[in-house]
T-cell receptor
Framework: GQNIDQPTEMTATEGAIVQINCTYQ??????LFWYQQHAGEAPTFLSY??LDGLEEKGRFSSFLSRSKGYSYLLLKELQMKDSASYLC??????????WGAGTKLIIKP | DVKVTQSSRYLVKRTGEKVFLECVQD?????MFWYRQDPGLGLRLIYF???????EKGDIPEGYSVSREKKERFSLILESASTNQTSMYLC????????????FGQGTRLTVV
């Protein structure tokens, strides 16, 4: 079956760095997405990786290893506004998104 | 700015009622999707559409139907609402030529009593 695993909740300190991991098992693979969702709001797109390696976008970076079925989202210089859920999703061979349950990130001062 | 607008943020309906959730996008996107989001579960695809009058079942279509009469509008219909359909419903759209980014509406929190 198809499956996405990510931690349910993580806590980090303002100004620090946090890494949110995601492992996936899909039938075929056409890329890995990360979305941010603040409570009560719509998910918003953060990143898309289809090739192995690290992609950096300001304070946020996303990494993919296709051979390991693994990705992570790295958030640097954490700010209080980064408190949100982070959703990992993989695009399968039919170009359908398979979603993880999301990781709730709590930032403490 | 791309906008995906869902008609209601909050809805309370009675068991057995027919419920319509409307979604409109203003970026001429071909693809539109309906998901439900429940605590502890990932987004689950109910139905999607790649073109006007076209619809495909997602992972959990039972108890739902959809309508896409115009490109910009994708409606989700609960034929006879039940309490297990209490959930957050999210609509999304994307370009057919660029599936790498989907844009989501604000969500409709539906409570069936």
């Amino acid at each position: 079956g198809q499956n996405i695993d990510q931690p349910t909740e993580m806590t980090a300190t303002e100004g620090a760095i946090v890494q949110i991991n995601c492992t996936y098992q899909t039938s075929g693979f056409n890329g890995l997405f990360w979305y941010q969702q603040h409570a009560g709001e719509a998910p918003t797109f953060l990143s898309y990786n289809v090739l192995d390696g690290l992609e950096e976008k300001g304070r946020f970076s996303s990494f993919l290893s296709r051979s390991k079925g693994y990705s992570y989202l790295l958030l640097k210089e954490l700010q209080m506004k980064d408190s949100a859920s982070y959703l990992c999703a993989a695009l399968d061979s039919n170009y359908q998104l398979i979603w993880g349950a999301g990781t709730k990130l709590i930032i403490k001062p | 700015d791309v906008k995906v607008t869902q008609s209601s943020r909050y809805l309370v309906k009675r068991t057995g009622e027919k419920v319509f959730l409307e979604c409109v996008q203003d970026m001429d996107h071909e693809n539109m999707f309906w998901y439900r989001q429940d605590p502890g579960l990932g987004l689950r695809l109910i139905y999607f559409s790649y073109d006007v009058k076209m619809k495909e079942k997602g992972d959990i279509p039972e108890g739902y139907s959809v309508s896409r009469e115009k490109k910009e509008r994708f409606s989700l219909i609960l034929e006879s609402a039940s309490t297990n359909q209490t959930s957050m419903y999210l609509c999304a759209s994307s370009l057919q030529s660029d599936i790498t980014e989907a844009f989501f509406g604000q969500g409709t929190r539906l409570t069936v009593v």
